[in-house]
């Protein structure tokens, strides 16, 4: 059927539960979505669907995402949709806009304290006040647990008993991090100042306690959609409660599996229990995943299967809709340089080969891994950036640039194409287009310019598409000072382009990002798990750590561990949750030219279904390859073959015929009509001695060969 109408067009090219989430009636609604399941679009599309039919008006929708570039993102799918108006935002964003449009009001004309972008100075301070002296890390660490205390709705004289149910592992005695916590909210009224926290609470209080606010936000905003809602944490959602004000039109989206920020206060309860809090909520689950292959679905399946705990209620199995790629590629090298300088090697291969190096990511557990990795790839000459380390808007090359192009609006001629106009800019700070540096932190600075040059020639050619642009008109091409404008504020909303160079990111950072091929590397026991992680509900949420960075590769996917720190150290173990890390075909010869020794532990091998992705773990479906509920592609001339040769070898040999191969294992050959003797000893249930008994006979079979030259009938 053609769509014609607009909500039509909206609708055509989703999946069934896609749809479902869409045309889902007004009121809550709880999207399960998995990794890779297209959850924006279906956000997307709901907004949209809506507004399009009439059913609401763009403006009082408010939906409420964790980043800035996931909230530029729906914003811009959005205008292309055609519905603009729609108010996408962080929490502290949108809390933040309301504060100070009612700071007037709420402080009968007094100016809002100023906001503080980093507590760690304050914190510094605070600690000094409590008798201890705390350096940068350790600040951090103390500012770390404040948030969590005013993000878990704790206040100071609150801290140790809270602290003490929910286990946290403090930098100091509970006490005297109580006592830093009181000395840093005294020195914040004192200063006049607030930190982010405290805008979401000012926020709160602003609705709470002033009906005449609560009535005008409430009009605004009629209906909430709420993105990554397994993260939200108990300050966010009693903000989400007043926005809300007893009215239901919620569409949360979330998935429990992928909860990894329960250190900040995050919490998946209230998307577990949002069908309990929400009667009659309409609950759609999204498990094609369009993103990674069944390979790389398969594994994810694998590593979460085994979950336990509240969050596994909602556990989702992925169905992967791509093409057949490669196996994970699992390896095991002697020391942690060595698997550096392995990881430096395979980029550069990808890379020259031609993936680009933006679509290629390093994972690790925690930042201070990244160093071993920007060594070896500086000496391989892999261009890489280190995602978290620096916004991008502050790093200092950006800022003169953005002076250097806010400067030649001025000097520059009015008719100059707005890229070559960016390159002759840039130019004078010493940046040329055709000499990037080989690597390390020069080839850095170089690739952030490139991205602006690049950013220049996207917004010239479709300026009416770009988040927050500015649209041409027929008349008047785009010039520098649009571009600039642009600039600044895409610097406001921290929505960075795209810099191209191998990402080196922890596992936490990598949330809500994809890549070509991850490599997902230092996955020891004690790193990952981390030594830290004591509690059930702790290990749990390492689990989902590992699950959320094999869901990040598209195609191609790395997992790697060291079996010492640096060489001749101490032995370590493998990280408990994967099935198998280093199969016998996949295990690294060490940098001497010689396998891994010692006794090796039998994994069990993973096996996914050929057609949908899903792992495998009945012994009839693994034998198959595919799902008993998946379709066959049988070759039914070819069974019937098999039949009559296993009936012709079972009787010469006075054996029932399953002894000579299962009915199911015959399935599996006439499905998968294997062509080699590699492909036969693939299939569950055909080792070594039945290739050796009927290899020969079963490849000949599948050639085409009859059954009469192969068992001649006179023969029995």
Known sequence: MVANSVPDRVLAGLDPEQRSAVTAPAGPVCVLAGAGTGKTRAVTSRIAYRALTGEISARHVL??????????????????????????????AAALRQVRYFAPRLLHGRAMPELLDSKV????????????????????????EIEWAKSSLVEPGEYVVAAAKALRETPHEPARVAEV?????????????????????????????????????????????????????????????????????VTV??????????????????????????????????????????????????VISQARGTASRLRLELVGQRPAGPEPDRRIFTDEPAEANAVAARCRALIDAGTPAREIAVLFRTNAQSEAYEKAFAEAGVPYLVHGAERFFERPEVRQAMVALR??????????????????????????????????????????LAALVQLAGEYAATPDLMPLGVAATVERPVTLTDFTGELARRAAQQHAPTVDGVTLASLHSAKGLEWDAVFLVGLADGTL??????????????????????????????????????PGGRPRRPCRFLPELAPAAAV???????????????????????????????????KLGRCATCPSDIDDELHGRLLEWRSRVAGAQKVP????????????????????????????????????????????????????????????
Request: a positive charge.
């Open 407 to 448: 400067a030649a609006t001025r000097s520059l001629a009015g008719d100059t194409p707005l890229p070559a106009a960016v390159v002759e800019a840039i130019s004078a700070l010493g940046w040329a287009p055709d000499a990037p540096p080989l690597g390390g932190a020069a080839r850095e600075r170089w690739e952030a």
């Open 63 to 92: 939906a409420v995402t964790f980043t800035a570039r996931a909230a530029a993102e729906l914003r811009h799918r959005l205008v292309i949709a055609g519905v603009a108006n729609v108010q996408a935002r962080t929490f502290h």
């Open 253 to 302: 989206v979330g998935d429990a599996s992928q909860t990894i920020y329960s250190f900040t206060g995050a919490t998946s309860s209230y998307l577990v229990d949002f069908p309990r809090r929400n009667r009659g909520a309409t609950v759609v689950r999204l498990v094609r995943d369009y993103r990674s292959t069944p390979q790389v679905v398969g594994l994810a399946n694998a």
């Open 529 to 566: 798990p981390t030594t830290y992680a004591r509690t059930a509900e702790q290990v749990e949420e390492e689990r989902r750590l590992l699950y959320v960075g094999i869901t990040r590769a598209r195609q191609w996917l790395w997992l790697s561990y060291a079996s010492a720190r640096s």
């Open 657 to 716: 015929a399953y002894v000579v191969f299962t009915d199911a294992t015959l399935v599996a050959l006439a499905e998968r009509r294997p062509g080699r003797a590699e492909d036969l000893v693939a299939i569950a249930g055909i080792g070594p001695r039945k290739l050796g008994l009927y290899g020969e006979a079963v490849l000949a079979l599948v050639e085409g060969t009859a059954v009469d030259e192969i068992c001649p009938q006179k023969s029995f």
């Open 121 to 144: 100075r304050l914190v510094t301070l605070a600690a000094a006040r409590a008798g201890l002296r705390a350096d940068r890390t350790a600040a951090r660490d103390l500012a770390g």
């Open 588 to 622: 690294e010869r060490a940098t001497t030219g010689r396998p891994t020794r010692g006794p090796q532990r039998r994994a069990t091998r993973i096996v996914s279904c050929r057609i949908c992705g899903t792992t495998l773990l009945a012994g009839p479906d693994r």
């Open 181 to 249: 916590f009181m000395a840093y909210e005294k020195l914040k009224r004192a200063g006049g100042v607030i930190d982010f926290e405290d805008v979401l609470r000012a926020a709160v209080w602003g609705i709470e306690e002033h009906p005449d606010v609560a009535e005008q936000v409430r009009n605004q905003y009629r209906h909430f959609v709420v993105d990554e809602y397994q993260d939200v944490n108990p300050l966010q959602q009693r903000l989400l409660d007043v926005w809300l004000g007893g009215r239901d039109d």
